[in-house]
Structures are given as C-alpha cells and as structure tokens.
C-alpha cells in the first residue's frame, strides 16, 4: 500500500509530484527532497549584507573605544552626513553592479550637474529653478548616452564610461574656463530662486544638533531601491540582466533597456548630490569629483555587490558608504593622521569582499 502526500501534508490522489512514500510495515523509503523553509540562519547568512554589517559593527565599537567625541550625538550626524555624501551615489552604483555593469564617470558627473546649474542660469540671467532642471537633464543625457553606447557597440562598460569620465572631467574644466576666465562656477547666491532652492537641497531639519537633508534623501533612496530590487518585475529584470544576461534575453527580460534605465539612474542621483553640493557653497571647483567614482563602487562591493553582477543590494551599499563615513571621521576624531584613511578603506574593501564570499558559500551549502 502506497499513501502519497503533497508537500503541505495533505492528502493528493494520482500521480502527484515527488511524495514520501510508505510500505505496509511503516518503513519510509523516500522523502519529498522539493526545497522546504529555509532555517532563519540560512536567510540570514544568504544576505549579500551580512559581511559588510559585521564590519560596520566592528568598526564602529573600534571607534567608540579609542574617540570617545564619536559618542557624541553632533559627531554621530557628522557621520551619517559624510556617508550620505557618498550614499546617496552608492546605491545607483550599486543597482548598476548589480546589473553587471559599471559607471567611472559617476563622480565627474556630479560636478557636471552642479556646474551646469550654475552656469546655465548664471549666463542667461535666468531663475536658479531652470538651471536645477536643465542640469537635471544634462544628468539624465550623460546616463543616456553611457547606456546607449554600451548596448550599441557591445563594449565593456568599463571602457564606454572611462571614456566618459575623461570628457566630462576635459568639459568641466574647458567650458568653465571659457565662460567663467577661472575654475569655479559663478556664484550665485543673489539670483532669483536661490534661497528656495538652497532650503530643497541643503535644509537642516531641527533634529538634535542638525539633521542634513542629503541623509533624508539617502534613506529614501535607500528604501525605494531596495523595494524595487525585491517587489517588483524591474528588479528582477535588474538580477536577471546580471546574473546571465543571454539567458534573461530567452525569457523575454528587456535586458538592453534595463540597462539604459540603470546608467540614468546613476545620472539622476549624480544631479541630486550635485544640487546640494552646489547649494551647499554657492558655487563649485570644475575639478572636484575626480576619484569619488572609486568611493562609491567600494561602498557598493564593501556592501555585498559582486564585480561580475546579479548579486548585492541597496542595503548592502548603505552600510558600505556608512563605513565610509565612521572611517573617515572616526580617525580624525581619535587623533590618528588622516594618512591612514586609505590604508583603511582598502583593508576594508578586501576583508568585506572575502567575508561576504566565505558566508555566501556557507549560506548555499546549508
């Protein structure tokens, strides 16, 4: 005699999936091997921000051993505030990772932003609000055209964006020279629009000693991306496009036009850091920017993000611009030279990386 059941236990009659079956003498000779729950360890050791958590961890009680002034609730918005500055960037960098690809021009970028604000509306005596905008879509252009070459030529994105990095950088510097006689933006703190402007991209809201807006608008990216990479048919697409893009292309996965979607998307945060960069000062240095690509991708693979794509996540990159953030303050606060800031984040770069493999392929033999 043969009883079948379905995985759920209850009672399936005919020729049902795989079933525990059991002889006359009670004895089970096989078992229902489908995928059942997972343990709650398994889930959490799976998560491509575990590695990167633990370090944070570690790091900051490091920190608040040897600085006590990190205790300090004014020293701990100065934190989250520097790693705003590179989080926000950091998690399109890392949706683009994720989507197998990479973007060096994502630090020129942001000055590009900023001084085609500046500029635009300072040339032609315009309200501040139109040259937000034009620069936004100058952003979104820049991230057009990357995504558009990549999927046109078939090039590494590497290549197409370091070509990318070296012509923003040549026109940052060029064109403000040309308009400006110098190597900063005009200010323009006196124009129509500014102060309205300034109260979008640089308030302080009344929190503690000061809570920055740019930590807002991190937090809230940080939130849509990571639903978009977990609730929706767009992030799967945006796996799926990394992970094996010739295989998402057989199911009918837009893998072209998700990929285009991505580099806008590192264009648009690119427009939002520059704008509060801009507002912040008034004006901006046509060099400022260059290397800051390098910061966001390593927050990006500190949070969890392969280098070969379809794996990481929004969370992961948070924690990684956060690290950023205790590292580079938390060694001014305990009186160390600031050379060993590098000597950190390269450490850092390299632990988190082996880390998150080792628990990764833990996580995949339970």
């Known amino acids: 005699m043969e009883i079948r059941t379905k995985a759920g236990g209850d009672a399936a009659e005919g020729p049902a999936a795989p079933a525990a079956t059991t002889h006359a003498g ?15 360890l398994s889930v959490v050791l799976s ?4 590695g990167s958590l633990i370090g944070a961890v570690a790091l900051f009680v490091l920190f608040l051993v040897v600085a006590p002034t990190l205790r300090s609730g004014a020293s701990l918005l100065t934190v989250l505030y520097s790693s705003s500055t590179i989080g926000i960037m950091a998690v399109s960098v890392a949706l683009l990772m994720i989507g197998g690809e ?3 021009s994502a630090g020129v970028a942001v000055t590009t932003a900023s001084l085609t604000a500046s500029t635009f509306a300072f040339q032609l005596h315009l309200n501040v609000w139109v040259g937000v905008l034009a ?11 990357n995504g558009w070459l990549f999927v046109r030529t078939g090039l590494p994105s590497f290549i197409i964006t370091l070509g990318s990095f070296f012509m923003l950088t040549g026109l940052n510097l060029g064109v403000t020279k040309v308009v400006s006689g110098g190597v900063s933006s005009p200010t323009i703190s006196d124009m129509a629009g500014f102060d309205s402007a300034k109260a979008f991209f640089n308030y302080t809201l009344p929190v503690g000693n000061g809570l920055r807006v740019p930590i807002i608008f991190w937090l809230v990216l940080v939130v ?9 048919r767009v992030g799967n697409w945006i796996f799926a496009s990394g992970g094996d893009p010739v295989a998402a292309r057989a199911v009918g996965v837009p893998v072209k036009k998700t990929k285009i979607g991505l580099f806008m998307g590192v264009g648009f945060t690119a427009w939002l850091l520059g704008m509060h960069n801009l507002f912040a000062y008034s004006n ?4 400022n920017g260059v290397g800051n690509e390098l910061y966001y991708i390593i927050a990006a693979v500190v949070g969890g993000c392969l280098m070969t794509g379809g794996y990481g996540s929004a969370i992961g990159a948070a924690i ?3 690290i950023y953030g205790v590292v580079t303050n938390g060694i001014v606060y305990a009186g160390w030279q600031a050379d060993w800031n590098k000597l950190f984040l390269g450490a850092m770069l390299v632990i988190a990386t082996v880390v998150n493999l080792v628990v990764k392929n833990q996580a995949a033999k339970r």
């Open 26 to 40: 009670g004895r089970a000779t096989s078992a229902d091997d489908r995928v059942s729950t997972r343990p709650l």
């Open 284 to 287: 901006v240095q046509s060099g």
């Open 224 to 232: 849509v991306a990571t639903w978009i990479l977990l609730r929706t």
């Open 102 to 104: 990479f973007d060096l």
């Open 320 to 322: 990684g611009a956060l």
């Open 135 to 145: 620069a936004l879509v100058v952003a979104l252009a820049v991230g057009l055209f």
């Open 47 to 50: 998560r491509p921000e575990i």
